[in-house]
T-cell receptor
Framework: EADIYQTPRYLVIGTGKKITLECSQT?????MYWYQQDPGMELHLIHY???????EKGDLSSESTVSRIRTEHFPLTLESARPSHTSQYLC???????????FGNGTRLTVT | GENVEQHPSTLSVQEGDSAVIKCTYS??????FPWYKQELGKRPQLIID?????GEKKDQRIAVTLNKTAKHFSLHITETQPEDSAVYFC????????????FGAGTRLFVKA
């Protein structure tokens, strides 16, 4: 089934660790996004991509980085996790032009 | 910069009553306005959207209205049910600058049985 998948669903790690949050979509969408959201609160755009080899920073300053080597894959990396990174990270994708976002189920990250 | 304001932040209604959530956008070039529903612990999902060439769209108990002149758009839910309880986000995007979607801050809707 065409969808957008995020792994892991939950992650608890210690301060200073490097982590990569995975996001893959099977819909062939060019545009992909990463949002940070505390549960039920505002959605903050941290990174987006228009296509392969295209990445941009979003509105919320983030110490994370992203890459887009393949259309379907848009991983997010934190080089050194801190407790302030504790949050939910939602990946999304959309078709070209003005079209709705399709969200993944999110990764709930806790940094101890 | 671009901004979408959403009101109210919390809304509590009795089952069967109507609920209205209002949004205002700042970028006059915005031409696509989706609404997302996020249930507790789940991902946001599109429930209805409207484009700038129409003023109103309806899908069963849900309707959206758009006033381009005033840069307002609203979500109307009639005959509310407990399963309508969720956080609702409005959003706006425009056909330039990468079609970046700007979200409102969300409205937490409680429907009391």
């Amino acid at each position: 089934e065409a969808d957008i998948y995020q792994t892991p669903r939950y992650l608890v790690i210690g301060t200073g660790k490097k982590i990569t949050l995975e996001c893959s979509q099977t819909m062939g969408h060019d545009k992909m996004y990463w949002y940070q959201q505390d549960p039920g609160m505002e959605l903050h755009l941290i990174h987006y991509s228009y296509g392969v080899n295209s990445t941009e920073k979003g509105d919320l300053s983030s110490e994370s980085t992203v890459s887009r080597i393949r259309t379907e894959h848009f991983p997010l990396t934190l080089e050194s996790a801190r407790p302030s990174h504790t949050s939910q990270y939602l990946c999304a994708s959309s078709e070209g032009g003005n079209s709705p976002l399709h969200f993944g189920n999110g990764t709930r990250l806790t940094v101890t | 910069g671009e901004n979408v304001e959403q009101h109210p932040s919390t809304l509590s209604v009795q089952e069967g009553d109507s609920a209205v959530i209002k949004c205002t956008y700042s970028d006059s070039a915005s031409n696509y306005f989706p609404w997302y529903k996020q249930e507790l612990g789940k991902r946001p999902q599109l429930i209805i959207d409207i484009r700038s060439n129409v003023g109103e769209k309806k899908d069963q108990r849900i309707a959206v209205t758009l006033n381009k002149t005033a840069k307002h758009f609203s979500l109307h839910i009639t005959e509310t049910q407990p399963e309508d309880s969720a956080v609702y986000f409005c959003a706006a995007s425009r056909p330039s600058g990468g079609f970046k979607t700007i979200f409102g801050a969300g409205t937490r809707l409680f429907v009391k049985a």
